[in-house]
């Protein structure tokens, strides 16, 4: 008898896990491309770089914990995580850097928890963290727009770590360093002429809106849903508003939080991380709403110009206790439920 | 509008606009769903074909929700297509009807549609080929019968739910009088993928669909009829518009969606209504319906047919033929494999060749593999589905939860999925039913859209079997400790009753002996007054137990309010005696406290220590079966110990500090005893009469026995009635029953009634020893008989209890009435005891006690001699030896003669078996 013997439901969708991992790649194409034109050739091999040494370290932690390797490096999930931290390290990062921050990334933030589905913590921002902490100098050399290495090989020198072969490179602040900085001096915002590109600070609005065109790319795929990026931009511009009307020299335009740093990649690329974002419909929306929120503040009022990476990883601990609390109204039952219970 | 219905994603309200443009009606949308490939188009381009007559059939006995049907043929019978051929075996139950002619071959386990491949009893036909109808009766004018007798009418055709479950359905059309349907819904939405019965027999045959309609409209009294039908069926709702276009009868299309056949979600889009959590559709004022039963129910009022066959579609691409057939029930899906050009090799009966792949039973998304194809067609198989791998592959390896919430997204309940599916996979059962684990309809959206192939469904029904499973064993331990307590609580009952009434006897007694010395009332309040609290104690325990009975839907709870009425009346009475003995005894001085504390606090022990040993074997007997209840079995029983443990010593402390106290010698009435006897013995023949000639009829083995024992009992009561004549004779005086003058006058040494009464006891005669000593004897032989009889009823209560049986009532109160009879014949016995005794005392000037103390005392005494003697032999001295012959002697004589004393003084009582 060659009957297969199962259980319903016997159709299956078309959905995989490899594949959902592999659209989310595809969808940073459009950024990966405005990051290098504006940078040069780092961005791409930074991300490069971060692949190798993820699918290398999650290949031995799997071994180690003696899994089937290639079944579950198939889920591409690795490869997501190096991509994601590649895009989000500066171009002129030297090797070691991604290399630190890639393996804490798959090991400890990741495969150490459980692997893929078990870590609290996004694994991406958790390396970014600890690489921003431990190599402040290196997490925060950015080249002003257009002004990086003309040839491959300056980036290369520069992955290589030979940075004093470049010195000739112009370093420059970010719209949101440069804000920051002039905060409450009206005549020396006006005159800093990178807060002033088309609408947003200069090549940081096409950094944005490149990652906003891979993120709508990820709605129209069904791959996320809006919830949290919805969430997430809508609460940083609330924030924004009412200050800026109040007071423009000290706070800055919603648009320009939409647009600056890493507000559009952490929108459709960070905080929709499912592992560890929130997984009810309001939980979505709180928790990414409380990201835009906890963003606006660490910016606006904190000690650092970006704060993607930190507001996203203090509300991935809060995602289950959020989930607790917004759990659906159940078919049939007047009131959903509150809490474990 | 609800905020939250903002955050859904939006879904087409319908992919053919034209087609819903002919609703008048709003639609409501549900949460979630799917759109899953539809692959109707394999099947639903060919006419409904007539199915096979295949040689065998296959008829399992439970085709539909409920109990099993019960066969009303026998092997080799004929039986005549249409002929019933199994009954309805509960009002949730429906009959078997033989799908065509032929003879019954077997009634035996075969496979059949079950998800686990169990087997089940089924009754095997094989055709005769000619399909030779039974005598039908059509009901076309079905408008003029009472609504009852239509009712009945889809019961007896065995009609049940044709969609999925298979619920009968004249429990679903008979409607308490009080219930106001406002929508009949008829649930012709197929939204499987896949399935095509519902669209091809729509197609075809609209008007019989829509005369079904009516008639279940003229049931159920709905005040709107609705037809849902997806709107990837045209063909099938421009026929049924055609249909239904001079009726009041509302097609309504709706957008294609699965699940939206669900019962739940049809009503909600069509109405809006939810149906409550563990409600029924009939709460909201909905009743649905099947577009196949509608059908069924055409067939029979037209044409007077029972249910036997169904729409089946046969489709996936393994068939070369695929297409809707009107399947005979029973025919097995080999026989359709073949019609339809799956090839077969007919290579042994249970073979399957070389087909391999799938094959389903039900649809895609909640149909069940079978890995038998002889499992049968029942009254619920909409669709065969035979894949090959290429089609519905082998489901792939199940990969990490990455938690994207796609499950949340598609649930037609709004539920969790995935919080389910976490804690169903962790055991954490709490968890998962507080996340509404019970909601689940098992649809498989979810399992559908999960990325990592999940197989969501698989847990859940896992964890809800063991949710299940727990609450069964509750509910097992919760009824075990029910009966436990009541158990008890008759035991104490019991034992309260009995102390008042041996109270009640002694006081009467006493009050015989020595009319002038009291005017004490007969009877001991303070007993009297607890045997009603404890009554009533009982039967408050009773009612409690029937409650909970109730309300779980126990099959006990007839049983239980039985003993609850008993208790009840039990109950009555003590208080009745309380208030009678109140108002006697009001003018008289306080009871007088009759019993001896020391044989009470014995009896107690007794009694307390029995319970523990009975504990102790039923905690056993638990471990043993490896019940849940052992526990809590084995606490009572620890219980039980303490208290005997605690009468133990009181009894002990009680015997210290009144070693004197001798009870009163009682005094029955011998001649209303023996009449009690008499009747007794002779309502024990009769019964046992009956039993024997029951046996006998039922050829039972244990009916000579039982006659036996008949004879036996007969040979008792005649001669109990032979004594009670004696007795009459001999103490004509002793009929009188005690003089209610004695309770209310003030006595006076000349009462004669009093006097006579007491007389026949106090001057007792080698005569009335003799009587006495051949009723003890009978007594005796009675106790004995009716204690084994009670002892026996008991291990049958027990065992009848463990496996449940249905007639436990009467089981119990046949132990009760036993162990009556025994508890009588004992006491009667104990009085005459006593009786006796203080007859002896009278007679030997000694009670018997002290008789038996003088023999073993004089017996000790030569042993002690003896010793000595062999002591001083040993030593070898001489005159010692001579001194010590001589007292041996003496003392031997002496212990020769208290024996005797001893002996005769018991013969002469006649207590020398007792």
């Given at each position: 008898?060659?009957?297969?013997?199962?259980?319903?439901?016997?159709?299956?969708?078309?959905?995989?896990?490899g594949?959902?991992?592999?659209?989310?790649?595809?969808?940073?194409?459009?950024?990966?491309?405005?990051l290098t034109?504006?940078?040069?050739w780092g961005?791409?091999?930074?991300?490069?770089?971060?692949?190798?040494?993820?699918?290398a370290?999650?290949a031995?932690?799997?071994?180690?914990?003696?899994?089937?390797?290639?079944?579950?490096?198939?889920?591409?999930?690795?490869?997501?995580t190096?991509?994601?931290?590649?895009l989000?390290?500066?171009?002129s990062a030297?090797?070691?850097?991604?290399?630190?921050?890639?393996?804490?990334?798959?090991?400890?933030?990741?495969?150490?928890?459980?692997?893929?589905?078990?870590?609290?913590?996004?694994?991406?921002?958790?390396?970014?963290?600890?690489?921003?902490?431990?190599?402040?100098?290196?997490?925060?050399?950015?080249?002003?727009?257009?002004?990086?290495?003309?040839?491959?090989?300056?980036?290369?020198?520069?992955?290589?770590?030979?940075?004093?072969?470049?010195?000739?490179?112009?370093t420059g602040?970010t719209?949101?360093?440069?804000?920051?900085?002039?905060?409450?001096?009206?005549?020396a915002l006006?005159?800093?002429?990178?807060?002033?590109?088309?609408?947003?600070?200069?090549?940081?609005?096409?950094?944005?809106?490149?990652?906003?065109?891979?993120?709508l790319?990820?709605?129209?795929?069904?791959?996320?849903?809006?919830?949290?990026p919805?969430?997430?931009l809508?609460?940083?511009?609330l924030?924004?508003?009412?200050?800026?009307?109040?007071?423009?020299?000290?706070?800055?335009?919603?648009l320009?939080?939409?647009?600056?740093?890493?507000a559009?990649?952490?929108?459709?690329?960070?905080?929709?991380?499912?592992?560890?974002?929130?997984?009810?419909?309001?939980?979505?929306?709180?928790?990414?709403?409380?990201?835009?929120?906890?963003?606006?503040?660490?910016?606006?009022?904190?000690?650092y110009?970006?704060?993607v990476?930190?507001?996203?990883?203090?509300?991935?601990?809060a995602?289950?206790?959020?989930?607790?609390?917004?759990?659906?109204r159940?078919y049939?039952?007047?009131?959903?439920?509150?809490?474990?219970? | 509008?609800?905020?939250?219905?903002?955050?859904?994603?939006?879904?087409?309200?319908?992919?053919?606009?034209?087609?819903?443009?002919?609703?008048?009606?709003?639609?409501?949308?549900?949460?979630?769903?799917?759109?899953p490939?539809?692959?109707k188009?394999?099947?639903?381009?060919?006419?409904?074909?007539?199915?096979?007559?295949?040689?065998?059939?296959?008829?399992?006995?439970?085709?539909?929700?409920?109990?099993?049907?019960?066969?009303?043929?026998?092997?080799?019978?004929?039986?005549?297509?249409?002929?019933?051929i199994?009954d309805?075996?509960?009002?949730?139950s429906?009959?078997?009807?033989a799908?065509?002619s032929?003879?019954?071959?077997?009634?035996?386990a075969?496979?059949?549609?079950?998800?686990?491949?169990?087997?089940?009893?089924?009754?095997?036909?094989?055709?005769?080929?000619?399909?030779?109808?039974?005598?039908?009766?059509?009901?076309?004018?079905?408008?003029?019968?009472?609504?009852?007798?239509?009712?009945?009418?889809?019961?007896?055709a065995?009609?049940?739910?044709m969609?999925?479950?298979?619920?009968?359905?004249?429990?679903?059309?008979?409607?308490?009088?009080?219930?106001?349907?406002?929508?009949?819904?008829?649930?012709?939405?197929?939204?499987?993928?896949?399935?095509?019965?519902?669209?091809?027999l729509?197609?075809e045959?609209?008007?019989?669909?829509?005369?079904?309609?009516?008639?279940?409209?003229?049931?159920?009294?709905?005040?709107?009829?609705?037809?849902?039908?997806?709107?990837?069926?045209?063909?099938?709702?421009?026929?049924?518009?055609?249909?239904?276009?001079?009726?009041?009868?509302?097609?309504?299309?709706?957008?294609?969606?699965?699940?939206?056949?669900?019962?739940?979600?049809?009503?909600?889009?069509l109405?809006?209504?939810?149906?409550?959590?563990?409600?029924?559709?009939?709460?909201?004022?909905?009743v649905?319906?099947?577009?196949?039963?509608?059908?069924?129910?055409?067939?029979?009022?037209?044409?007077?047919?029972?249910?036997?066959?169904?729409i089946?579609?046969?489709?996936?691409?393994?068939?070369?033929?695929?297409?809707?057939?009107?399947v005979?029930?029973?025919?097995?899906?080999?026989?359709?494999?073949?019609?339809?050009?799956?090839?077969?090799?007919?290579?042994?009966?249970?073979?399957?060749?070389?087909?391999?792949?799938?094959?389903?039973?039900?649809?895609?998304?909640?149909?069940?593999?079978?890995?038998?194809?002889?499992?049968?067609?029942?009254?619920?198989?909409?669709?065969?589905?035979?894949?090959?791998?290429?089609?519905?592959?082998?489901?792939?390896?199940?990969?990490?939860?990455?938690?994207?919430?796609?499950?949340?997204?598609?649930?037609?309940?709004?539920?969790?999925?995935?919080?389910?599916?976490?804690?169903s996979k962790?055991?954490?059962?709490?968890?998962?039913?507080?996340?509404?684990?019970?909601?689940?309809?098992?649809?498989?959206?979810?399992?559908?859209?999960?990325?990592?192939?999940?197989?969501?469904?698989?847990?859940?029904?896992?964890?809800?079997?063991?949710?299940?499973?727990?609450?069964?064993?509750?509910?097992?331990?919760?009824r075990a400790?029910?009966?436990?307590?009541?158990?008890?609580?008759?035991?104490?009952?019991e034992?309260?009753?009995?102390?008042?009434?041996?109270?009640?006897?002694?006081?009467?007694?006493?009050?015989?002996?020595a009319?002038?010395?009291?005017?004490?009332?007969?009877?001991?309040?303070?007993a009297?007054?607890?045997?009603?609290?404890?009554?009533?104690?009982?039967?408050?325990?009773?009612?409690?137990?029937?409650?909970?009975?109730?309300a779980?839907?126990?099959?006990?709870?007839?049983?239980?309010?039985?003993e609850?009425?008993?208790?009840?009346?039990?109950a009555?009475?003590?208080?009745?005696a309380?208030?009678?003995?109140?108002?006697?005894?009001?003018a008289?001085?306080?009871?007088?406290?009759?019993?001896?504390?020391?044989?009470?606090?014995?009896?107690?022990?007794?009694?307390?220590?029995s319970?523990y040993?009975?504990?102790?074997?039923?905690a056993?007997?638990?471990?043993a079966?490896?019940?849940?209840e052992?526990?809590?079995?084995?606490?009572?029983?620890?219980?039980?110990?303490?208290?005997?443990?605690?009468?133990?010593?009181?009894?002990?402390?009680?015997?210290?500090?009144?070693?004197?106290?001798?009870?009163?010698p009682?005094?029955?009435?011998?001649?209303?005893?023996?009449?009690?006897?008499?009747?007794?013995?002779?309502?024990?023949?009769?019964?046992a009469?009956?039993?024997?000639?029951?046996?006998?009829?039922?050829?039972?083995?244990d009916?000579?026995?039982?006659?036996?024992?008949?004879?036996?009992?007969?040979?008792?009561?005649?001669?109990?009635?032979?004594?009670?004549?004696?007795?009459?004779?001999?103490?004509?005086?002793?009929?009188?029953p005690?003089?209610?003058?004695?309770?209310?006058?003030?006595?006076?040494?000349?009462?004669?009634a009093?006097?006579?009464?007491?007389?026949?006891?106090?001057?007792?005669?080698?005569?009335?020893?003799a009587?006495r000593?051949?009723?003890?004897?009978a007594?005796k032989?009675?106790?004995?008989m009716?204690?084994?009889?009670?002892?026996?009823?008991?291990?049958?209560?027990e065992?009848?209890?463990?496996?449940?049986?249905?007639?436990?009532?009467?089981?119990?109160?046949?132990?009760?009435?036993?162990?009556?009879?025994?508890?009588?014949?004992?006491?009667?016995?104990?009085?005459?005891?006593?009786?006796?005794?203080?007859?002896?005392?009278q007679?030997?000037?000694?009670?018997?006690k002290?008789?038996?103390?003088?023999?073993?005392?004089?017996?000790?005494?030569?042993?002690?001699?003896?010793?000595?003697?062999?002591?001083?032999?040993?030593?070898?001295?001489?005159?010692?030896?001579?001194?010590?012959?001589?007292?041996?002697?003496?003392?031997?004589?002496?212990?020769l003669?208290?024996a005797?004393?001893?002996?005769?003084?018991?013969?002469?009582?006649?207590?020398?078996?007792?």
């Amino acid at each position: 008898m060659a009957l297969i013997k199962v259980t319903s439901p016997h159709a299956t969708g078309q959905q995989r896990t490899g594949r959902l991992m592999r659209e989310v790649m595809l969808a940073t194409l459009p950024g990966l491309a405005v990051l290098t034109w504006l940078f040069g050739w780092g961005s791409l091999i930074n991300v490069i770089w971060a692949m190798l040494i993820a699918l290398a370290s999650e290949a031995a932690v799997l071994k180690a914990r003696g899994k089937d390797v290639a079944f579950y490096l198939r889920d591409n999930s690795a490869l997501v995580t190096a991509v994601l931290l590649a895009l989000a390290i500066p171009p002129s990062a030297p090797w070691w850097l991604t290399l630190i921050g890639v393996s804490f990334s798959i090991v400890v933030a990741k495969q150490l928890y459980g692997g893929l589905g078990m870590n609290p913590f996004n694994p991406a921002m958790a390396g970014y963290v600890l690489l921003l902490i431990s190599f402040p100098i290196e997490m925060t050399r950015w080249f002003a727009p257009g002004e990086g290495p003309e040839h491959f090989m300056g980036s290369v020198h520069l992955f290589l770590g030979r940075y004093a072969e470049t010195v000739d490179l112009m370093t420059g602040a970010t719209p949101l360093d440069s804000f920051r900085t002039w905060a409450g001096d009206a005549t020396a915002l006006a005159n800093e002429h990178i807060l002033h590109g088309v609408f947003a600070g200069v090549g940081w609005e096409w950094v944005n809106v490149a990652f906003l065109l891979g993120g709508l790319y990820l709605l129209w795929r069904g791959i996320i849903t809006w919830h949290i990026p919805a969430g997430f931009l809508g609460a940083l511009a609330l924030c924004a508003l009412p200050f800026w009307l109040y007071d423009p020299a000290r706070f800055a335009s919603p648009l320009f939080h939409l647009f600056s740093g890493a507000a559009m990649f952490g929108a459709f690329f960070i905080a929709t991380d499912p592992v560890s974002a929130a997984t009810s419909r309001w939980g979505r929306l709180i928790y990414a709403a409380l990201i835009g929120v906890l963003i606006w503040v660490i910016r606006s009022l904190g000690g650092y110009p970006d704060a993607v990476a930190f507001a996203v990883l203090l509300l991935n601990l809060a995602a289950p206790t959020i989930d607790y609390y917004t759990q659906p109204r159940t078919y049939g039952h007047d009131k959903a439920k509150r809490g474990t219970g | 509008m609800n905020l939250l219905s903002l955050l859904r994603p939006r879904k087409p309200a319908s992919a053919h606009p034209p087609l819903a443009a002919g609703n008048t009606r709003r639609l409501h949308d549900f949460h979630g769903g799917i759109h899953p490939p539809q692959h109707k188009t394999l099947s639903n381009q060919t006419p409904i074909r007539p199915g096979p007559i295949p040689r065998t059939l296959v008829l399992p006995l439970n085709m539909h929700i409920g109990a099993p049907a019960l066969p009303c043929v026998q092997v080799g019978d004929t039986v005549l297509k249409g002929q019933k051929i199994a009954d309805a075996s509960g009002p949730v139950s429906a009959p078997v009807h033989a799908p065509t002619s032929g003879v019954v071959s077997a009634i035996e386990a075969r496979p059949i549609q079950h998800p686990s491949g169990l087997d089940a009893l089924c009754i095997v036909l094989d055709t005769d080929g000619e399909d030779r109808w039974a005598p039908l009766t059509p009901h076309p004018d079905y408008h003029l019968l009472p609504r009852a007798e239509l009712v009945n009418l889809i019961r007896e055709a065995g009609i049940a739910g044709m969609g999925g479950a298979g619920f009968p359905t004249a429990i679903k059309v008979n409607l308490r009088d009080s219930q106001r349907i406002e929508q009949l819904i008829i649930n012709a939405v197929e939204c499987e993928p896949y399935i095509t019965a519902d669209d091809r027999l729509m197609r075809e045959r609209a008007d019989g669909v829509i005369a079904g309609v009516q008639a279940l409209q003229y049931l159920v009294q709905p005040q709107e009829t609705l037809i849902g039908i997806e709107d990837n069926k045209p063909e099938a709702i421009a026929a049924m518009r055609a249909a239904a276009a001079n009726t009041d009868i509302e097609i309504v299309v709706v957008p294609t969606k699965y699940p939206s056949g669900g019962e739940k979600q049809l009503i909600q889009v069509l109405t809006g209504k939810e149906v409550r959590a563990g409600g029924l559709p009939a709460e909201v004022g909905v009743v649905c319906h099947n577009t196949g039963t509608a059908w069924a129910i055409h067939r029979l009022l037209s044409h007077g047919e029972p249910l036997i066959s169904r729409i089946t579609t046969l489709t996936g691409t393994a068939f070369s033929n695929p297409g809707n057939v009107e399947v005979l029930l029973g025919t097995q899906v080999r026989d359709l494999l073949a019609f339809g050009g799956v090839t077969v090799p007919d290579n042994g009966e249970y073979s399957y060749g070389e087909y391999s792949g799938r094959l389903i039973m039900g649809g895609p998304m909640m149909g069940f593999s079978i890995d038998h194809p002889a499992v049968p067609v029942v009254k619920t198989t909409n669709c065969i589905i035979a894949a090959p791998p290429e089609e519905l592959p082998e489901p792939e390896p199940e990969q990490p939860c990455i938690r994207c919430g796609a499950c949340a997204e598609v649930c037609p309940a709004d539920l969790l999925p995935q919080q389910l599916y976490w804690y169903s996979k962790a055991g954490e059962f709490d968890r998962a039913q507080h996340y509404n684990l019970m909601d689940c309809i098992e649809c498989g959206a979810c399992a559908y859209v999960c990325p990592s192939h999940i197989p969501l469904v698989q847990y859940y029904r896992f964890a809800k079997g063991a949710l299940r499973q727990q609450a069964a064993e509750q509910q097992k331990a919760d009824r075990a400790r029910e009966r436990f307590e009541a158990r008890m609580a008759r035991i104490e009952r019991e034992k309260a009753e009995k102390d008042a009434k041996r109270q009640a006897r002694l006081a009467a007694s006493r009050q015989k002996q020595a009319p002038g010395s009291s005017t004490a009332p007969t009877v001991d309040m303070a007993a009297l007054k607890a045997a009603s609290l404890e009554a009533s104690s009982a039967y408050k325990a009773a009612v409690k137990a029937l409650k909970a009975a109730e309300a779980t839907g126990d099959g006990d709870a007839e049983a239980l309010r039985a003993e609850a009425d008993a208790l009840k009346a039990r109950a009555d009475s003590a208080k009745a005696a309380v208030r009678d003995a109140k108002d006697s005894g009001a003018a008289t001085t306080p009871a007088v406290p009759a019993s001896d504390p020391v044989a009470d606090l014995k009896k107690a022990v007794a009694e307390a220590s029995s319970a523990y040993k009975q504990a102790v074997k039923a905690a056993k007997e638990a471990e043993a079966s490896g019940s849940a209840e052992a526990a809590s079995l084995r606490a009572e029983a620890d219980t039980l110990k303490g208290r005997a443990d605690e009468l133990k010593n009181a009894l002990r402390e009680a015997k210290e500090q009144a070693p004197a106290v001798t009870p009163a010698p009682p005094a029955a009435d011998p001649v209303a005893e023996l009449k009690k006897a008499v009747g007794e013995a002779s309502s024990q023949y009769k019964s046992a009469l009956k039993a024997a000639k029951a046996a006998a009829e039922d050829n039972a083995d244990d009916a000579d026995a039982l006659r036996a024992r008949a004879d036996e009992l007969k040979a008792r009561a005649d001669q109990l009635k032979a004594e009670l004549r004696d007795a009459k004779e001999r103490a004509p005086a002793t009929v009188a029953p005690v003089a209610p003058a004695t309770l209310t006058t003030p006595a006076t040494p000349d009462t004669q009634a009093a006097t006579d009464a007491t007389a026949p006891v106090a001057a007792s005669t080698d005569a009335d020893s003799a009587a006495r000593a051949k009723r003890m004897k009978a007594l005796k032989t009675a106790y004995n008989m009716a204690s084994k009889q009670w002892k026996d009823a008991s291990a049958a209560l027990e065992r009848a209890t463990r496996e449940g049986a249905d007639d436990l009532a009467v089981q119990q109160a046949r132990v009760d009435k036993l162990k009556k009879k025994a508890d009588l014949a004992k006491e009667q016995l104990n009085l005459l005891v006593d009786e006796a005794k203080a007859a002896m005392k009278q007679a030997t000037g000694s009670d018997l006690k002290t008789l038996k103390l003088a023999a073993a005392r004089s017996e000790s005494a030569a042993r002690e001699k003896t010793a000595a003697l062999a002591a001083a032999r040993e030593a070898g001295d001489e005159a010692q030896i001579t001194v010590l012959q001589q007292e041996l002697a003496a003392a031997e004589q002496a212990a020769l003669e208290a024996a005797r004393t001893l002996k005769q003084a018991v013969a002469d009582q006649g207590l020398a078996d007792v």
